[in-house]
């Protein structure tokens, strides 16, 4: 029975002392992370992409979710959501390939409208985007007229479409202030809306999304880390549950507890979020201890080296969003990036 042509395994490059050299420097930075016997099948990949991606006019935005090969070897821009869109509406490449979820490629369209944006898995999702239709928002709005709706980008565009603005965790008590009302809908996610509402006094309203990968953890786990390490640091992403958030050390975007870890360099630090962060950050910081708190997300855990390579070479699957609906969604989005 042959695959599907979307399933298709991509062929395995040889991995040739050529490759090997000029992949070294970029191994320089990962031995720690990467064992050489996997190194030799990255490495063709990583080289075969980074030459589709002059020949394309093309860069990839990989978010800091992404493995540590994605991460160091083929991104052009790594970051947050927030840092994601911004540069996806500066960047004057003729190909943008999304290493993220789905709803990071529809913004970076968004943004982009004449620009070929290239998604490397399709099927690559989000709990949060799932959990909210355009109809549900229309609902909300019915039954509280009046009060601004503010949406994570973690949605669809036809969500965003809905919306008054958009935010991401990295600027959404911004966002929600600069609207200068006393109340907001702020959704889908129930646990970052709880979040915002410990650090304003607009009353937050909102819905009942959780992210799959950070309702898991538990403020007991963080109590049993502390009682077997006395100086470990936690850093908890927003879309932790509230009990998690209270007993942390910080909370912030996934590019904030970067930071955070990056000014602060704590001995030992236990990073509750998705696990390739840590991966990614531990290669430049080798004086942090990361304990490592595994949570996989099985969406962002899709795209990979050859999934980014057959993408550029058959410049498929693009990102495509109906004409009505990204105008509403764009201009929701275009308000967010607008607040400094
Ligand atoms: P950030 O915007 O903080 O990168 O978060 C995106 C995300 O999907 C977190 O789960
Ligand atoms: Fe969505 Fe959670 Fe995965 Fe982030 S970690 S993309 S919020 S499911």
Same mark, same amino acid.
Request: glycine share 4%; charged share 25%.
């Given at each position: 029975?042959?695959l599907? #042509?979307t399933?298709?395994?991509?062929?395995?490059?040889?991995?040739?002392? #050529?490759?090997?050299?000029?992949?070294?420097?970029?191994?320089a930075?990962?031995?720690?992370?990467?064992?050489?016997?996997?190194?030799q099948? /990255?490495?063709?990949?990583?080289?075969? @992409?980074?030459?589709?991606?002059?020949?394309?006019?093309?860069?990839?935005?990989?978010?800091?979710?992404?493995?540590? *090969?994605? /991460?160091? &070897?083929?991104?052009?821009?790594? &970051?947050?959501?927030?840092?994601?869109?911004?540069?996806?509406?500066?960047?004057?490449?003729? !190909?943008?390939?999304?290493? &993220? !979820?789905? /709803?990071?490629?529809?913004?970076?369209?968004?943004?982009?409208?004449?620009?070929?944006?290239? %998604?490397?898995?399709? *099927?690559?999702? =989000?709990?949060l985007?799932?959990?909210?239709?355009?109809?549900?928002v229309?609902?909300?709005?019915?039954?509280?007229?009046?009060?601004?709706?503010?949406?994570?980008?973690?949605?669809?565009?036809?969500?965003?479409?809905?919306?008054?603005? =958009?935010?991401?965790?990295?600027?959404?008590?911004?966002?929600?202030?600069?609207?200068?009302?006393?109340?907001?809908? =702020?959704?889908p996610?129930?646990?970052?809306?709880?979040?915002?509402?410990?650090?304003?006094? !607009?009353?937050i309203?909102?819905?009942k999304?959780?992210? #799959?990968?950070?309702? *898991?953890?538990?403020g007991?786990?963080?109590?049993?880390?502390?009682?077997? %390490?006395d100086?470990?640091?936690?850093?908890?992403?927003? *879309?932790?549950?509230?009990?998690?958030?209270?007993?942390?050390? /910080?909370?912030?975007?996934?590019?904030?507890?970067?930071?955070? !870890?990056?000014t602060?360099?704590?001995?030992?630090?236990?990073?509750?979020?998705?696990?390739? %962060?840590?991966s990614?950050?531990?290669?430049?910081?080798?004086?942090?201890?990361?304990?490592?708190?595994?949570?996989? =997300?099985?969406?962002?855990?899709?795209?990979?080296?050859?999934? @980014?390579?057959?993408?550029?070479?058959? %410049?498929?699957?693009?990102?495509?969003?109906?004409?009505?609906?990204?105008?509403?969604?764009?201009?929701?989005?275009?308000?967010?990036l607008a607040?400094?």
């Open positions: 029975m042959s599907p #042509e399933l298709e395994r991509p062929t395995r490059l040889p991995f040739t002392p #050529e490759i090997e050299a000029r992949t070294a420097p970029i191994y930075k990962l031995k720690a992370q990467i064992p050489s016997v996997e190194w099948l /990255f490495a063709p990949e990583i080289d075969a @992409i980074n030459r589709l991606k002059r020949e394309r006019n093309a860069i990839v935005l990989a978010h800091n979710y992404q493995t540590p *090969e994605i /991460f160091h &070897g083929v991104a052009d821009i790594v &970051g947050d959501s927030l840092a994601l869109a911004r540069e996806a509406a500066k960047s004057d490449a003729d !190909v943008i390939v999304l290493a &993220g !979820v789905h /709803f990071m490629a529809e913004t970076a369209k968004l943004v982009n409208p004449e620009k070929t944006v290239l %998604m490397p898995d399709m *099927e690559a999702g =989000c709990s985007a799932s959990s909210i239709t355009a109809q549900d229309r609902d909300l709005k019915a039954k509280y007229p009046g009060v601004p709706v503010v949406t994570y980008v973690n949605t669809s565009a036809a969500v965003k479409a809905e919306s008054d603005i =958009c935010c991401t965790s990295g600027n959404v008590i911004k966002v929600i202030e600069s609207l200068g009302v006393p109340r907001v809908l =702020c959704i996610d129930e646990y970052l809306a709880h979040y915002v509402a410990t650090k304003t006094d !607009v009353e309203l909102t819905w999304g959780k992210c #799959e990968v950070h309702q *898991e953890f538990t007991e786990d963080i109590q049993t880390f502390r009682d077997n %390490m100086s470990v640091v936690v850093v908890a992403h927003p *879309e932790c549950p509230p009990d998690v958030i209270a007993a942390s050390d /910080f909370a912030g975007s996934t590019a904030e507890m970067i930071d955070y !870890v990056r602060e360099k704590p001995p030992h630090v236990l990073l509750l979020t998705e696990c390739s %962060m840590s990614n950050i531990a290669a430049e910081l080798p004086e942090v201890n990361f304990v490592k708190s595994c949570g996989l =997300c099985p969406h962002m855990k899709r795209i990979t080296l050859g999934k @980014i390579r057959r993408s550029l070479e058959t %410049m498929q699957p693009v990102v495509e969003v109906d004409p009505d609906v990204a105008a509403r969604a764009r201009a929701a989005v275009e308000r967010m607040v400094a």
